[in-house]
């Protein structure tokens, strides 16, 4: 059974940083695409961004509103994929996801709250 | 950035009745190499993560029940529940993931009428 369980979430102060973790289990997590995607309470999903797997480069990308300020990155040896928060803001409030696949998120995590407070 | 546009933003069907939610990308998510569109949807009830229903437009993923089904033509997506169960209630995403920034529909939210 595959496992996503995300965790690092709480409160932060505008302009702090966070690093949340998700750990995987029950897949191939090296040769998985993985992402962040976040909700807001009561809105949709938002994609915040991708690690592609290093066989196809290990390439990052990210959404417009958090490119600059976040970074995604990977442990393949301990299946630990990480996104690291920096000048959070108020609207980065949110539950975030992580996400396993390339053509559709096959598998999530239960999620993680962060909420940014001024 | 390509914008996917659900509509409606809500709809009430009865029990045994069919849903439809539609889904409009602002440009093409088809490969022409693998004439594949890059289309997904999901469903998420309250309190949960999003499932994946449906990937390549049209393909459902394995346990998902058979009154789903989706469907395209262009850049219309279709997402089609056949006779509406109770544990159907939910919100309804698209997702494309033919280009980055990956983006998702606003949700459609399906309730019992």
């Known amino acids: 059974e595959v496992q996503l369980v995300e965790s690092g979430g709480g409160l932060v102060q505008t302009g702090r940083s966070l690093r949340l973790s998700c750990a995987a289990s029950?897949?191939?997590?090296?040769?998985?695409?993985m992402s962040w995607v976040r909700q807001a309470a009561g809105k949709g999903l938002e994609w915040v961004g991708l690690?592609?797997?290093?066989?196809?480069?290990?390439?990052?990308h990210y959404a417009a509103p958090v490119n600059g300020r976040f970074s995604i990155s990977r442990d393949d040896a301990t299946n630990t994929l990480y996104l690291h928060m920096n000048g959070l803001k108020t609207e980065d409030t949110a539950v975030y996801y992580c996400?396993?696949?390339?053509?559709?998120?096959?598998?999530w995590g239960q999620g993680t709250l962060v909420t940014v407070s001024s | 950035d390509i914008v996917m546009t659900q509509s409606p933003d809500s709809l009430a069907v009865s029990l045994g009745e069919r849903a439809t939610i539609n889904c409009k990308s602002s440009q093409s998510v088809l490969y022409s190499y693998n004439n594949k569109n890059y289309l997904a949807w999901y469903q998420q009830k309250p309190g949960q993560p999003p499932k994946l229903l449906i990937s390549?437009?049209?393909t459902r993923e394995s346990g998902v029940p058979d009154r789903f089904s989706g469907s395209e033509s262009g850049t219309d997506f279709t997402l089609t529940i056949s006779s509406l169960q109770a544990e159907d209630v939910a919100v309804y995403y698209c997702h494309q993931y033919y280009t980055t920034p990956w983006t998702f529909g606003q949700g459609t939210k399906v309730e019992i009428k």
């Open positions: 996400a396993a696949g390339a053509t559709g998120f096959d598998h």
């Open positions: 029950g897949l191939t997590f090296s040769n998985t695409w």
């Open positions: 690690i592609k797997r290093k066989a196809d480069g290990g390439t990052t």
């Open positions: 390549w437009a049209s």
